[in-house]
Antibody, heavy 118, light 107 residues
Framework: EVQLVESGENLVQPGGSLRLSCTASGFSFSSYAMSWVRQAPGQGLEWVSSINGRGDTTLYADSVKGRITISRDNSANTVSLQMNSLRVEDTAIYYC???????????WGQGTLVTVSS | DIQMTQSPSSLSASVGDRVTITCRASQGVSTYLNWYQQRPGKAPQLLIYVASSLQSGVPSRFSGSGSGTDFTLIISSLQPEDFATYYCQQSYSPPLTFGGGTKVEIK
């Protein structure tokens, strides 16, 4: 059974930083791209970032480019999102998902709420 | 960026109804188009991938079609558990954009 479990800080002040992690199990982790998708309260889905299986190609949404870094550790089956210079508008549920470009988000984590507020 | 436009944004339907949701891309995405269902308070779930392939475990009342810029999701006979929000998403060109969603409500 595929499982994706997100973890990380939940509350941060504007301008602050936090790191989200997602631990995967149930599939050959290094064979798949991994992505983060977010959903602001009451809003639709927004793709944030993707990383390929080897970890040498990354993609970012313009809204987070320069502020967010995606990385992965294939030995630990984890994908992480380092978020800096956070803004109030980054407040959202962040989902980890298996898949990326030319693929589908075939599995999703339960999501973790990030709140950016003073 | 490729914009994904879904219509309608919401609809009311009864159990047993046939429901059609459309998704239009601002430029061609071939068949790199996926559909997701999201129930309230839950993570999205994949329904259809590459426009018309049914994800394993998804009931056959769900079907998808289209290519290029115009796509359709059909629920042939709406069931109580289908009341949810549906999103299309293109995986052809980054940013990997989603449509705005279609909320299917009980009439």
């Amino acid at each position: 059974e595929v499982q994706l479990v997100e973890s990380g800080e939940n509350l941060v002040q504007p301008g602050g930083s936090l790191r989200l992690s997602c631990t995967a199990s149930g599939f050959s982790f290094s064979s798949y791209a991994m992505s983060w998708v977010r959903q602001a309260p009451g809003q639709g889905l927004e793709w944030v970032s993707s990383i390929n299986g080897r970890g040498d190609t990354t993609l970012y949404a313009d809204s987070v480019k320069g502020r967010i870094t995606i990385s992965r550790d294939n030995s630990a089956n984890t994908v992480s999102l380092q978020m800096n210079s956070l803004r109030v508008e980054d407040t959202a549920i962040y989902y980890c998902a298996r898949g990326g470009r030319f693929d589908r988000f075939r599995d999703w984590g339960q999501g973790t709420l990030v709140t950016v507020s003073s | 960026d490729i914009q994904m436009t879904q219509s309608p944004s919401s609809l009311s339907a009864s159990v047993g109804d046939r429901v059609t949701i459309t998704c239009r891309a601002s430029q061609g995405v071939s068949t790199y188009l996926n559909w997701y269902q999201q129930r309230p308070g839950k993570a999205p779930q994949l329904l259809i991938y590459v426009a018309s392939s049914l994800q394993s475990g998804v009931p056959s009342r769900f079907s998808g079609s289209g290519s290029g810029t115009d796509f359709t999701l059909i629920i042939s006979s709406l069931q109580p558990e289908d009341f949810a929000t549906y999103y299309c998403q293109q995986s052809y060109s980054p940013p990997l954009t989603f449509g705005g969603g279609t909320k299917v409500e009980i009439k």
